[in-house]
């Protein structure tokens, strides 16, 4: 025979077992069961609410019954004493009766007034006896119903009381499994910032291999040892210059003091530039994480420049210094090669920082958004994005060392997506015929106005 709480109970159960896959088969199935659960839920509440009000009611009719018994008892008491006095009259009108029966003869008339009088005491005793036993009857009753309130009043107590503990059991599971929740997303960031940490700590040697592997790719000369004072954390031979990148991450999780250890040290590398034979533009390398607390990536420093890059951007740096060996003097080069050169550096540099820059603000609108959405939307919603978001997974394509990033492939990946776009009507159909170079990220105009 199914109880109450079968539903609840069971609703329970598949919570503490359900499985990744138990969600994306049977999720109608456990979606169905947590509204009959909390269907059950409602009628538990509202059995406990009744209970109250039918205990409320039980003990004003049980204080009523009261009453009116103490009203019956004072009237019992007065009936009493009314029968008593009556007998008491009784007896002296039969004593006087005694006394007049001597005289019989000269109390005629007075027998027959006294004997009408007796009668009618005597219909007064009668009528009086006949409502004491209505009464003491009456009473008896009462005191039936008071008994049988009295055992309805315990019943109703119990129920009551089992309702309220069951209700409190609920709610104590409820408030345990938020606290689970809470803790589990104390630890994943624990964990992001001990991912962070390891980032950082292995930044030098990633820096280092990496400059290693683009070297090796492009036969460029990585020194190890460099013939002067110093020790740089990494230095390549271009031109019989020595260029200069050094490895730089943050020492702790607070990223405040990053820019200002970064400022320090554009000053710090100006023992290099005295050197015979190196380079006046010095490279700093951070870790790409860090690029949202950095404000500015070129410091002029008069007799030299220090720039700050992450790693995604050394291979286009070190082969953009490798292009200069293709000449074996300065003057061999022509005006429109050194006007292309510079196009070139100029074009990078502008797509870097706008790049940057896009990325800061969509880190800040997408911080805003996740902001907004825990704070505006209802908390049952806000748990089941949670729920979908724990749930989903990104794997963005691997690099390999020994392959390279085919532009080619990148080109022909964006033709087919921007193909698929257009057959699926994702895009308007203005934006379509312009191609996605007319959007306001790509005009003139909107670069022109936030330059202003």
């Known amino acids: 025979m199914a109880t109450k709480t079968d539903r609840l109970n069971q609703f329970f159960e598949q919570v503490k077992t359900l499985t990744f896959w138990q969600r994306l088969f049977r999720w109608s199935q456990f979606r169905s069961l947590s509204y009959e659960a909390y269907e059950e839920f409602k009628t538990l509440l509202s059995e406990a609410a009744r209970s109250i009000q039918e205990l409320d009611t039980a003990k004003k009719d049980t204080s009523i019954l009261k009453n009116d018994n103490e009203h019956l008892r004072k009237s019992q008491s007065e009936l009493e004493n009314e029968v008593v006095n009556l007998r008491k009259e009784v007896s002296e009108n039969l004593r006087k009766i005694s006394e007049l029966t001597s005289l019989v003869a000269t109390k005629d008339e007075a027998l027959r007034q006294a004997e009408s009088k007796i009668k009618g005491l005597e219909i007064a005793v009668a009528t009086a006896e006949v409502r004491i036993s209505n009464l003491t009857q009456e009473n008896s009753q009462l005191k039936q119903e008071n ?53 950082w700590v292995n930044h030098e040697e990633n820096v280092k291999n990496q400059i290693k592997m683009i070297c090796d790719r492009n036969t460029i000369e990585y020194v190890d040892v460099v013939p002067f004072k110093g020790n740089p954390d990494n230095a390549i031979k271009v031109w019989d210059e020595f260029i200069i990148f050094d490895a730089k991450s943050p020492a702790s999780d607070d990223l405040a003091n990053f820019p200002t250890y970064i400022k320090l040290q554009t000053e710090s590398v100006k023992k290099y530039i ?39 951007a050394l291979q286009p740096i070190i082969l953009s210094l490798k292009k200069r060996e293709e000449y074996e003097f300065v003057e061999q080069l022509s005006p429109e090669d050194r006007d292309n050169i510079c196009r070139v550096i100029g074009k990078f540099a502008h797509v870097t920082k706008r790049r940057i820059q896009i990325d800061h603000f969509f880190g800040r609108q997408f911080l805003e958004v996740l902001s907004k959405y825990e704070a505006d939307l209802p908390r049952d919603i806000v748990d089941k994005v949670i729920e979908y978001e724990r749930s989903e997974k990104l794997n963005p394509p691997q690099e390999k060392r020994a ?50």
């Open 147 to 199: 008994t049988i309130f009295k055992q309805t009043e315990d019943d109703r107590k119990a129920n009551y009381e089992k309702a309220m503990a069951t209700l409190n059991a609920i709610k104590d599971k409820i408030q345990a499994d938020r606290d689970k929740e809470i803790a589990d997303r104390q630890q994943e960031e624990i964990e992001r910032f001990n991912k962070m940490k390891v980032t």
């Open 274 to 312: 005295k050197e015979e034979n190196v380079k006046k533009d010095i490279f700093l390398v951070i870790p790409s994480n860090t690029l949202g607390v950095i404000d500015c990536f070129f410091y002029n420093m008069a007799d030299y420049n220090v720039y700050v890059v992450t790693l995604d």
């Open 403 to 452: 392959k390279l990033i085919s532009s080619t492939e990148l080109e022909t990946d964006s033709k087919r997506i921007r193909k698929e776009a257009e057959a699926k009507a994702i895009s308007f159909p203005a934006l379509v015929q312009q191609g996605i170079r007319s959007l306001p990220l790509y005009s003139d105009e909107s670069s022109n106005e936030e330059k202003e």
